[in-house]
């Protein structure tokens, strides 16, 4: 049968997680990548704009 007391659960003794902020986002290699590409476009089209055009 099954068991529906109400009994106190035990605490665990594992801490708190801590919320993540911008510096764990950062840290995520997918994300540095689509940045570093996206920086060096944008790079590549102010040195076209600056010395070709």
């Avoid at 950062?26 to 089209?45: E, H, R, T, W, Y």
Wanted: negative net charge; aromatic residues 6%; hydrophobic residues 55%.
């Amino acid at each position: 049968m099954l068991d529906t007391s109400r009994e106190p659960v035990p605490a665990t003794d594992a801490p708190a997680e801590e919320p993540r902020g911008c510096l764990f986002a950062l840290s995520q290699p997918p994300l540095m990548i689509f940045l570093g590409v996206i920086g060096c476009l944008l790079l590549i089209a102010a040195v076209h704009d600056l010395f070709v055009l």
